[in-house]
């Protein structure tokens, strides 16, 4: 595993990709059909898909931001206000 820089800057950045991810997944129904079958996972089997994702993405040495920020993911916090956030925002019943 790679360790975070947690600067303010990625942060930043990272707050900027989630926000980005409400909106993506909440658009396109193949990305909203995957999160939601993360959902149904245990959290271990959801870690590390999200985990074995962010590594292929990041192991193109492109949108290491993505990478990053998909990372964040596997924090059960982060994932539940994702959630929570897709559900508010009407993309989720």
Request: proline share 2%; aromatic share 6%.
């Amino acid at each position: 595993m790679h360790e975070t820089d947690n600067t303010p800057e990625n942060v930043e950045a990272a707050l900027d990709n989630l926000a980005r991810f409400i909106q993506v997944i909440g658009n396109d129904p193949e990305l909203l059909q995957w999160f939601r079958d993360l959902e149904r996972q245990t959290t271990t089997q959801r870690n590390n898909e999200i985990l074995v994702m962010a590594e292929k993405i990041r192991s193109q040495k492109k949108y290491s931001d993505l990478s990053a920020s998909l990372a964040l993911l596997s924090h059960t916090m982060v994932f539940d206000a994702l959630s929570q956030t897709l559900r508010e925002c009407g993309y989720i019943q």
